[in-house]
């Protein structure tokens, strides 16, 4: 028998890419492809892009680049560029580097075997009407005990700074049948902790039914320990899925919920639709029902016309909340938003800012965990660690924890008492049953 074609894949970006990779994979390894861990062997290189900050898109350019060498070495070496870069740049990334021979928009993927298999240039960034999720192989191998799950794509919520909905389209939610049978699927392979994805994933409406419908319908999937969801806007937070928070026991103590801007001035310039107050309102009724919930969120600092009061107010609404994770990021202007019309503010202003908020997210991160030091929490073993007797897991809060553990077993869910903090993960012991 032939050997098999190696594939390589380097993803940028978010989950839902991280997702999709997995899923380009899948389809591809029907035509017989196997994963590979390095470009250099491969028979065929795929590119997972992402659009989001200008420095992410660049990120594609400089790759390309470098895999000039092995175009030439090798002529017959497939590369492909996928993701959000391939969508908004259709055919332009071919004229830019030559040695491309295949640009998918992440709505079109499924026809990767097929374009793979073509002896000419392909481009396909159209959004079909057939739903690639209908047309996918069956989900196959999983990595580990923990996995991402597509629910919702798109976005129609247009903030001012935002390509998704250009990249990515118009809001669509999976049929909830598919969504559960891909989940049962995921747990006969030894999956307990699932993430739901969208851009807008609390907006789920699929076949009519709710985000926290879905949720209390894959809850009652034997096996199936912990549910998360991601990204979520705060006006979706709608009182049944805040509700399912309080009593839905497999729903996790985790919520990332983007605010961007603590300054009313700046998220009505970005079109946020809502206000730093009722965030705030919205935090106290989601720590009603569940008070150990741990809060994480995006920021972006040097918005245009971000005044210090602006960022002040910003630091403000941090110290009120105090975050257990966050991602911040120094505004970048996308072209064709409506935001990149508007004069940016001096860079070395926002680099400032941006490490000023960065520390208070620290802080608040690490008193956090050091919180956590003395309580018993649920872990979930992911993988063995290096030292000898080692595992590795995530705890119901998502925090990474160590546990000296000869005999514990990837997959397996125990109880750990928590015994020390360091920078970003936790130490603790097994409490024996
Ligand atoms: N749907 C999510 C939401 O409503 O927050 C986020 C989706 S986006 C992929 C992830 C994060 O990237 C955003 O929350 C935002 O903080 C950041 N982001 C998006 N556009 C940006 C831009 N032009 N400059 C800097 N950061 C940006
Ligand atoms: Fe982008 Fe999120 Fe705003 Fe949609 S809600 S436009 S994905 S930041």
């Given at each position: 028998?032939?050997?098999?074609?190696?594939l390589?894949i380097?993803t940028?970006?978010c989950?839902?890419?991280?997702?999709?990779?997995?899923?380009m994979?899948?389809?591809?390894?029907?035509?017989g492809?196997?994963?590979?861990?390095s470009?250099?062997?491969a028979?065929?290189?795929?590119l997972?892009t992402?659009?989001i900050?200008?420095?992410?898109?660049?990120?594609?350019?400089?790759?390309?680049?470098?895999?000039?060498?092995?175009?030439?070495?090798?002529?017959d070496?497939?590369?492909?560029?996928?993701?959000?870069v391939a969508?908004?740049e259709g055919a332009?990334i071919?004229?830019?580097?030559?040695?491309?021979?295949l640009?998918?928009?992440?709505?079109?993927?499924?026809?990767?075997?097929e374009?793979?298999?073509a002896?000419?240039?392909q481009?396909?960034?159209?959004?079909?009407?057939?739903?690639k999720?209908?047309l996918?192989?069956e989900?196959?191998?999983?990595?580990?005990?923990?996995?991402?799950l597509?629910?919702?794509?798109?976005?129609?919520?247009?903030c001012?700074?935002?390509?998704?909905p250009?990249?990515?389209g118009?809001?669509?939610?999976?049929d909830?049948?598919r969504?559960?049978?891909?989940a049962?699927?995921l747990v006969?392979?030894?999956v307990?902790d699932?993430?739901?994805?969208?851009?807008?994933?609390n907006?789920?409406?699929?076949?009519?039914?709710?985000?926290?419908?879905?949720?209390?319908?894959?809850?009652?999937?034997?096996g199936?320990?912990?549910?998360?969801?991601?990204?979520?806007?705060?006006?979706?937070?709608?009182d049944?899925?805040?509700?399912?928070?309080?009593?839905?026991p497999?729903l996790?103590?985790?919520?990332h919920l983007?605010?961007?801007?603590?300054?009313d001035?700046?998220?009505?310039?970005?079109?946020?639709?809502?206000?730093?107050e009722s965030?705030?309102?919205l935090i106290?009724?989601?720590?009603?029902?569940?008070p150990?919930?741990?809060?994480?969120?995006?920021?972006i600092v040097?918005?245009?016309?971000?005044?210090?009061?602006?960022?002040?107010d910003?630091?403000?609404?941090?110290?009120a909340v105090?975050?257990?994770a966050?991602?911040?990021?120094?505004?970048?202007?996308?072209?064709?938003?409506p935001?990149?019309?508007?004069?940016?503010?001096d860079g070395?202003v926002?680099?400032?800012?941006?490490?000023?908020?960065?520390?208070?997210?620290?802080?608040?991160?690490?008193?956090?965990q050091?919180?956590?030091v003395?309580r018993?929490v649920g872990?979930?073993?992911?993988k063995?660690g290096?030292?000898?007797?080692?595992?590795?897991?995530?705890s119901?809060?998502?925090?990474a924890?160590?546990?000296?553990?000869?005999?514990?077993?990837?997959?397996?869910?125990?109880?750990?008492?928590i015994?020390a903090s360091?920078?970003n993960?936790?130490?603790?012991a097994?409490?024996?049953?």
């Open positions: 028998m032939a050997d098999p074609k190696k390589f380097k940028y970006g989950q839902m890419n991280v997702y999709d990779s997995e899923r994979a899948e389809a591809m390894g029907a035509d492809y196997v994963l590979s861990d470009a250099e062997d028979d065929m290189v795929l997972n992402c659009h900050r200008e420095k992410a898109g660049e990120k594609l350019y400089s790759d390309l680049g470098r895999l000039k060498k092995l175009k030439a070495a090798r002529p070496v497939k590369i492909g560029v996928a993701g959000c969508q908004a332009e071919m004229r830019r580097s030559p040695i491309v021979d640009v998918v928009g992440p709505q079109s993927y499924h026809r990767l075997p374009m793979a298999r002896g000419t240039p481009v396909d960034t159209d959004f079909p009407l057939e739903d999720f209908d996918l192989p989900r196959k191998a999983t990595r580990g005990p923990m996995a991402f597509t629910v919702q794509e798109g976005c129609d919520k247009f001012a700074f935002c390509v998704v250009y990249t990515r118009a809001e669509v939610s999976r909830p049948q969504i559960l049978t891909e049962r699927g006969e392979k030894g307990r699932l993430t739901l994805l969208g851009q807008n994933v907006a789920y409406h699929g076949d009519g039914w709710t985000l926290s419908k879905l949720i209390r319908e894959l809850a009652k999937v034997d199936l320990e912990r549910i998360r969801y991601t990204t979520s806007h705060p006006n979706d937070m709608e049944d899925l805040i509700a399912a928070h309080g009593d839905e497999k996790m103590p985790y919520l983007p605010v961007q801007s603590g300054s001035r700046i998220l009505k310039a970005m079109n946020r639709k809502h206000t730093a965030y705030l309102r106290e009724r989601i720590r009603a029902v569940r150990d919930i741990l809060l994480s969120s995006d920021f040097g918005f245009p016309g971000e005044t210090d009061q602006d960022f002040e910003t630091l403000s609404l941090i110290r105090n975050y257990g966050a991602y911040s990021f120094k505004y970048s202007a996308r072209p064709g938003t935001a990149a019309e508007k004069p940016e503010i070395d926002a680099d400032a800012r941006l490490q000023i908020l960065q520390a208070l997210i620290t802080e608040q991160q690490r008193g956090l050091q919180a956590m003395g018993e872990v979930l073993y992911e063995a290096r030292e000898a007797g080692q595992m590795i897991g995530k119901d809060h998502l925090h924890v160590f546990v000296n553990d000869p005999h514990g077993r990837v997959g397996e869910m125990v109880r750990v008492r015994l360091s920078s993960s936790l130490a603790g097994r409490i024996s049953e």
